[in-house]
């Protein structure tokens, strides 16, 4: 467990669902990150959160929309989705946004949109 | 902006070999480099970065990386490789200022055969 929790871990959903992903970090981190896995691709920085607030929205399409509540938790709020928002959904914390200590990542939510 | 091309996209070997893993960066200002690791049906692992110093750089499970600034390289090496290292490896690059993202490669997938 590397301290950055995220649920669930696989969703298969159609395309007029409405769904969400929740990532959760209990390391004292203010910033947390969404980014979108897909295969031989590079992981694609979708949303940035530092202290609450969004600082970074990377031109994701709307059908995405995250939430950040408090410092320690993150979703990721889904509706009408395509199936090529099909990949792995991976949340990451830092410590500021001060890339000197990297990143911790969660295991992530497998997505298929069927 | 800074980008990152890792120049292998599959890379097999047999146990106990050696490995190089490579990865070149392109930025117009100074950068944090970082290795991850990720296991099947798991988040990213940080390996190992580089933020000044040495550029030699020792990180977990035997990994070292030399940071070459003159051909802006940043390649992942182990002396000999277990069949457990058999994952997906990306190379990641960050302006050395507060408030940017770590910008990922594709990533390479070592395999480890006995």
């Known amino acids: 467990e590397t301290g950055v929790t995220q649920t669930p871990r696989h969703l298969v959903m159609g395309m007029t669902n409405k769904k969400s992903l929740k990532c959760e970090q209990h390391?004292?981190?203010?910033?947390m990150y969404w980014y979108k896995q897909s295969a031989k691709k590079p992981l694609e920085l979708m949303f940035v959160?530092?202290?609450?607030?969004?600082?970074e929205n990377n031109s994701v399409p709307s059908r995405f929309s995250p939430e950040c509540p408090n410092s320690s938790h993150l979703f990721l709020h889904l509706h009408t989705l395509q199936p090529e928002d099909s990949a792995l959904y991976l949340c990451a914390s830092s410590q500021e946004r001060e890339p000197y200590y990297g990143y911790t990542f969660g295991s992530g939510t497998r997505l298929t949109v069927v | 902006a800074q980008s990152v091309t890792q120049l292998d996209s599959q890379v097999p070997v047999f146990e106990e070999a050696p490995v190089e893993l490579r990865c070149n960066y392109s930025?117009?200002?100074?950068?944090?480099l970082f290795w991850y690791v990720q296991y099947p049906n798991q988040g990213l692992q940080l390996l190992l970065k580089y933020l000044s110093g040495s550029t030699l750089v020792k990180g977990i499970n035997g990994f070292e990386a030399e940071f070459n600034k003159s051909q802006t390289s940043f390649h992942l090496r182990k002396p000999s490789v277990h069949i457990s290292d058999t994952a997906e490896y990306f190379c990641?690059?960050?302006?050395?200022?507060?408030?940017?993202?770590?910008?990922f490669g594709k990533g390479t997938t070592l395999s480890v055969s006995s």
């Open positions: 959160y530092s202290l609450e607030e969004r600082v």
């Open positions: 390391l004292g981190h203010n910033a």
């Open positions: 930025s117009s200002v100074s950068v944090y």
């Open positions: 990641a690059v960050s302006e050395v200022q507060a408030g940017t993202a770590l910008i």
